[in-house]
């Protein structure tokens, strides 16, 4: 392969895609698509109870960590800011990440560095490199496909097989909720841990899993539990955390790996909280107390379908399995895909309601979606099914159907869409109630566990529950009534029992903060019924740059 002739010492500018993303307009920002995980596929339909908050652009953080030359990372910038940052260094190398909605962004990109930037050579990464042809659309000197740590190591002539240096992340920023800002104190969000990329389960739709090899590859960064270990111990001194956001699309499939971690976290009195991504199948490899103890207090569930064939749901009765973690104060966030090959007008209303049934604490809905570079998107086109003339931009699986479905049009598969966000609000309630509940289950349960580790991890949970969640289920209870009355019922019940534990912190916050949140959640309500959006800030973060000059 080609390296760079100034090799370690060129100078390096990584960017993610420019915005403002929450609006319409031509370079492909879609206001249904805005940069923010819980409201633009979660909770989207919860009106100001929707979770709202950013997260940064991890792969080029990862890279920028793993290479010696001096590097800048330019994230969510503006047009403006990208030009600016161009035009004020002089940058070797451009490298600009995007996922496949955003191709119309790294073109106007490209353009822009070849105008401002004319040396500059172009590198374009992440999974936008999987649409066939975008060697055509974007003017790039390269397009790298799969994982970029050992890409851009290779091209600056570095150690590619070095050991991955884990950058420290703060997982989330800039939290509001019933239009509050949450206030952002040191260790008070979980940092952001990357033990691998891709998946090896290599489900026909899954983009994540095709881009890093499909079915049963995957790039692996810590192989081991103790290696893991070192890094968690490392960025919990950092960032001061004690909870940690594992990036992995199935973490809990590698049992050895997690088990390894569990061992010496009790050695070394670790009261960590874990969130993972796992398969129905993968939690089945461990028994409810081998979880907790391991620290996992929330897992993002693949549900799919009742009636789909994946095999990581073969077996599996995801409705028992929920309850069961919810009962062990495990938060639950489910994933349900509209538009599956089976649905049709007559029975997805019925799906919908089994989806909801699940009683999650979170749930996603996407449409099934043929994503270019997926096993689906191969079928479909070998098919001939794929619409024409559907803009990329619109490919993101909360709009409409880039695909002719044998029984759902593509207006319709819209319309059950948000069916399935709405309905989950009404029948479950906002998912600040439900995962205040099931914290609050967790703690009833192990509140007397004989692992200290778990005592001192629910009592962390509590000193939330007991005031600040409290006082949240307070304005949710008179807010909530004019949606599903009994679900204010509910919440009420829930306040009453958390009041029994809590007689005097839990009335005195209730009653001081209470009214405040039910007053900031209707001016929220308000603001965001005139068409109120948020964007994540711009951040430029520089490394090994005082040596570049
Ligand atoms: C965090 C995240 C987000 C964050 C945004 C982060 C950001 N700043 O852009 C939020 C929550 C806002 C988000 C939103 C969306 N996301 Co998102 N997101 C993720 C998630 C969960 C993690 C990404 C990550 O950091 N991975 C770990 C890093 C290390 O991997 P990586 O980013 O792929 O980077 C590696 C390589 O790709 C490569 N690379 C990346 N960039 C570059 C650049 C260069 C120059 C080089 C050389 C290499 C390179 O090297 C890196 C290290 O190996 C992924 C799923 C996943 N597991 O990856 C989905 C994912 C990226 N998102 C996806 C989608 C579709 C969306 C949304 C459209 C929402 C939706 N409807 O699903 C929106 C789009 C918002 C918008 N307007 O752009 C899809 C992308 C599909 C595709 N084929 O394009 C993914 C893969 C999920 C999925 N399986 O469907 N997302
Ligand atoms: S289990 Fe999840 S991450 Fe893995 S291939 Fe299937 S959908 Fe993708």
């Not at 999987?130 to 060697?135: F, L, Q």
């Not at 055509?136 to 150690?159: Q, T």
């Not at 499939?253 to 199948?281: C, T």
């Amino acid at each position: 392969m080609e390296i760079h002739p100034k090799g370690s010492r060129a100078r390096i500018l990584l960017s993610s895609v420019f915005g403002p993303y929450a609006q319409d307009d031509e370079f492909g920002s879609r206001s249904i698509n805005p940069m923010e995980l819980y409201h633009n596929q979660v909770t989207r339909a919860q009106g100001s109870f929707s979770l709202r908050m950013f997260h940064r652009s991890w792969g080029i953080m990862m890279i920028q960590a793993n290479i010696s030359a001096p590097c800048t990372v330019l994230d969510f910038p503006k047009r403006e800011d990208f030009a600016r940052e161009l035009t004020a260094n002089r940058y070797d190398v451009v490298g600009i990440s995007s996922i496949i909605v955003n191709v119309g962004k790294v073109k106007e990109m490209c353009r822009m560095v070849r105008e401002l930037s004319p040396d500059s050579v172009i590198v374009v990464g992440g999974h936008v490199a999987a649409i066939p042809g975008v060697e055509a659309m974007v003017d790039a000197d390269h397009i790298v496909r799969g994982e970029g740590i050992s890409w851009m190591r290779r091209y600056l002539g570095e150690d590619e097989h070095a050991p991955i240096r884990h950058p420290a992340i703060v997982s989330g920023m800039q939290t509001r909720i019933m239009g509050v800002r949450l206030p952002e104190r040191k260790g008070g969000t979980a940092a952001t841990i990357i033990p691998s990329v891709g998946c090896p389960m290599g489900c026909n739709f899954c983009t994540t899993s095709a881009f890093f090899g499909g079915k049963g590859k995957f790039v692996n960064f810590y192989e081991g539990g103790d290696e893991l270990f070192e890094v968690m111990c490392r960025i919990e001194s950092e960032l001061k955390v004690h909870s940690f956001f594992v990036m992995d699309e199935n973490f809990l499939l590698y049992r050895p790996r997690a088990m390894r971690l569990l061992e010496r976290m009790k050695e070394a009195g670790k009261s960590w909280e874990l969130s993972v991504f796992s398969s129905a199948n993968a939690i089945r490899k461990y028994t409810m107390q081998e979880l907790v103890e391991l620290g996992v207090s929330w897992v993002w569930l693949g549900l799919e379908s009742p009636n789909s064939a994946y095999r990581k749901l073969q077996g599996a009765d995801t409705m028992q399995l929920t309850r069961e973690l919810r009962d062990n104060g495990i938060r639950v966030q489910g994933s349900t895909i509209i538009g599956l090959e089976h649905h049709t007008p007559e029975n997805i209303a019925d799906e919908i309601e089994y989806a909801v049934g699940h009683q999650t604490d979170f749930h996603q809905f996407m449409l099934y979606t043929p994503a270019p570079g997926t096993q689906l998107y191969k079928e479909m086109a070998e098919q001939g099914r794929l619409l024409q003339d559907i803009d990329l931009a619109d490919v993101h699986g909360q709009y409409k159907f880039n695909f002719r479905h044998a029984a759902i049009s593509r207006d319709d598969s819209k319309k059950f869409l948000d069916r399935a966000f709405w309905r989950d609000f009404e029948a479950n309630g906002p998912s600040l109630y439900r995962m205040t509940q099931t914290m609050f289950q967790g703690w009833q349960r192990y509140k007397d566990y004989p692992d200290p580790r778990v005592r001192e991890r629910f009592a962390r949970e509590m000193n939330k529950v007991r005031s600040a969640y409290n006082a949240a289920l307070w304005a949710m209870e008179r807010e909530f009534r004019k949606v599903n009355r009994r679900v204010s019922d509910q919440i009420h019940f829930l306040r009453r029992e958390i009041g029994k534990e809590f007689p005097v912190v839990a009335r005195l916050t209730a009653a001081l903060l209470g009214p405040v949140l039910l007053w900031s959640t209707r001016r929220e309500e308000k603001w965001l019924a005139s068409g109120g959006t948020y964007e994540p800030p711009t951040i430029v973060e520089r490394r090994n740059w005082i040596s570049a000059f």
